[in-house]
């Protein structure tokens, strides 16, 4: 485990137990506790957590960690679904894609596409309707993508734009497919965000789509976040990895999703 990876972990361990130790978060980890008190301390001066006498307690973003801490988690099955959900867009596609580790790696291997990668005439290949600054600022150096951005309020943990501005957008177009990163999905439940913000415009992102395609890693099915983004029945697809429980995988295609492993 690296010291990105050993961050984020402490971040989940707080963040789900409100309250850590560095003796016991050592032994968990496998390191000293002394390498344990940096990271604690590093983490504290960036206000993610609050340092207390012989470990840390959680703070007010303790659930909703930034994107930049999330991103070494699950990586490569994330790539592995991110490429999964490319090979389904195809050339002409108005996409719409929300914020997330997941869907910023989406938004990577479209650019690999060999036939997305240039203009033809003086069409874009694929045209991206996204609320995420990072995955516009990734794309509107390609001059094969048309890059539509939402509009709203800027959320520092990440990247998405919220808001009435965000919703007036939405309200006026329409898209071929949104791929919909989350936080979590039940087959019963439905799909979650940490944010009430962001599960709002993630929510009229669907409504907006003629196919809903769920991107999340196995860790994220079976369980629930603060605020819903839609019911099971508004998905059409999921897209997991290829760890993903099998009594998930059965409960999402008894629900009528198509599953796709990766």
Known sequence: MDRHERLSALLDMVGQRE???VEASAEELDVSAATI???LDHLAGRRLLTRTRGGAVASNVAYDLPLRHKAARKAPEKQR???AAARLVERGMVLGLNGGTTSTEVAR???????????RDSSPALTVVTNA???????AVRPNIKI???GGVARQHSFELTGPLASLFLDQITLDLVFLGVDAFDAERGAFAHHEGEASINRLLASRARQVTVIADGGKLGGHAFARICDTTAVDQLI???GAAPDQVAAFEAAGVEVLLA
Do not use: F, G, M
């Not at 650019?111 to 240039?118: D, M, N």
């Open 19 to 21: 309250k850590i130790d």
């Open 37 to 39: 008190r940096r990271d």
């Open 81 to 83: 679904i991110s490429a």
């Open 109 to 119: 291997a479209l650019v690999l596409r060999p036939e997305l990668a240039q203009r």
């Open 133 to 139: 600054l990072n995955i516009a600022h990734e794309l």
């Open 148 to 150: 539509v951005v939402t």
């Open 240 to 242: 997991t990895d290829a």
